[in-house]
Structures are given as structure tokens and as C-alpha cells.
T-cell receptor, first 113, second 113 residues
Framework: DGGITQSPKYLFRKEGQNVTLSCEQN?????MYWYRQDPGQGLRLIYYSQIVNDFQKGDIAEGYSVSREKKESFPLTVTSAQKNPTAFYLC????????????FGPGTRLTVL | GENVEQHPSTLSVQEGDSAVIKCTYSDSASNYFPWYKQELGKGPQLIIDIRSNVGEKKDQRIAVTLNKTAKHFSLHITETQPEDSAVYFCAASGGTNAGKSTFGDGTTLTVKP
């Protein structure tokens, strides 16, 4: 099966702990993205990467970090510096830059207790 | 940067009626306009897209129109069915910051049987 996967689907963490969300794609896409979605709201861009070993901050990067060591993987770390981390996190990928269709994963719902 | 406004935020129609969702964008250089459908608890999926060299595109019951002069584009769904109920997002990309897309805040469509 080709596609983009995120794990786990649900994640619970205690306040003050860092947590890493996984995103893997086997579509051979160059670009990958992380979005945050809060209830009843749109998609806000956290980080994006257009090529291995390079990434850029999105609109709400504070309190988050990413890495892009492999083309197929783009993990997101939610650090303790993120003041309100409870949200639905979506990963996406596309062939190249923003003018291509983005393919989304199923999402990870993070709850910080 | 790009700003995308989407209206209405909620839309309720009777089965068989048409539904129209409108988006405006600010960056005249944007050239790619996708529409995504998000079902509850899942990631968004592309349903139709349009590029700036085309004014209208249709795929069965779904159509998108683009007015570059006015900088707005619309999603039209005809003969709505209960399974069309979902959240719909518009997006714009390819403008000043070509590496990313800007999403509207979403429209929750409810089709009543």
C-alpha cells in the first residue's frame, strides 16, 4: 500500500514532557509538512521541508522541532516549551513545492494531561 | 503573505439541493487552488483542484470556479447526498511563498436526508 502514515493515532503525555510524533511516506515525495488543527479551526502550518536535511518554519513553529534525515520520514517533536500542545496533528507530503496536491496522513491526536 | 478567507463556516442543505462554498485570497501570484474534504477524525483528502490558467473545472457532481481578477474561487456541489457531510477546506499556493499552501478555516457541510 502506498501512502502516508502517522503513529500513534492517540497519544497522551504529562505536562512538561517532550513527545515525538511519527510521519512516514512511501510516495517518493520530496516535500513534507506538519499542521496543527484545533477544534472547529483550520490547518495551521508548523514546519515544512522541501528536501532532505532542510526545513523551514511555518506560521506556528514555536515550541516544536523537526528533522528530515530521510526522504520518507519527517518526525515532529512537541517540546515542553509549547504552551498549549493538546491538538490534532496532521502530516502531509507532496511531489515538490506548495503548488502540488498535498496527501495527508490520518492524524495523531495528542492530549497533554 | 497569503491570506485565505472561507465562507460560510457552516452550511446546512437538504439532500438533493446544491451547496456553494466561497474563498477569497490576497496574493495575486497564487496559481494553485485545491479543495479538500475532511471526515470526522481523519486527514483531509483532495476532491478537486484548479490552476490559474483555467476558469472552471468539473468532476461529476463537484465543480470549482476561479475568478483571478476578483481573487476568489468557489466549490459547487450539486445533488448533495448525506455522505457529502464533512468539513471542506480551500487552499491557495504558488504565490510569494511558493513552498507552502495557505488554508481557509473550513466549512462544515451538513446534508439532511
Amino acid at each position: 500500500d502506498g501512502g502516508i502514515t502517522q503513529s500513534p493515532k492517540y497519544l497522551f503525555r504529562k505536562e512538561g514532557q517532550n513527545v515525538t510524533l511519527s510521519c512516514e511516506q512511501n510516495l517518493n515525495h520530496d516535500a513534507m509538512y506538519w499542521y496543527r488543527q484545533d477544534p472547529g479551526q483550520g490547518l495551521r502550518l508548523i514546519y515544512y521541508s522541501q528536501i532532505v536535511n532542510d526545513f523551514q518554519k511555518g506560521d506556528i513553529a514555536e515550541g516544536y522541532s523537526v528533522s528530515r534525515e530521510k526522504k520518507e520520514s519527517f518526525p515532529l517533536t512537541v517540546t515542553s516549551a509549547q504552551k498549549n500542545p493538546t491538538a490534532f496533528y496532521l502530516c502531509a507530503s507532496s511531489w515538490s513545492k506548495g503548488t502540488d496536491t498535498q496527501y495527508f496522513g490520518p492524524g495523531t491526536r495528542l492530549t497533554v494531561l | 503573505g497569503e491570506n485565505v478567507e472561507q465562507h460560510p463556516s457552516t452550511l446546512s442543505v437538504q439532500e438533493g439541493d446544491s451547496a456553494v462554498i466561497k474563498c477569497t485570497y490576497s496574493d495575486s501570484a497564487s496559481n494553485y487552488f485545491p479543495w479538500y474534504k475532511q471526515e470526522l477524525g481523519k486527514g483531509p483528502q483532495l476532491i478537486i483542484d484548479i490552476r490559474s490558467n483555467v476558469g472552471e473545472k468539473k468532476d461529476q457532481r463537484i465543480a470549482v470556479t476561479l475568478n483571478k481578477t476578483a481573487k476568489h474561487f468557489s466549490l459547487h456541489i450539486t445533488e448533495t447526498q448525506p455522505e457529502d457531510s464533512a468539513v471542506y477546506f480551500c487552499a491557495a499556493s504558488g504565490g510569494t511563498n511558493a513552498g507552502k499552501s495557505t488554508f481557509g478555516d473550513g466549512t462544515t457541510l451538513t446534508v439532511k436526508p
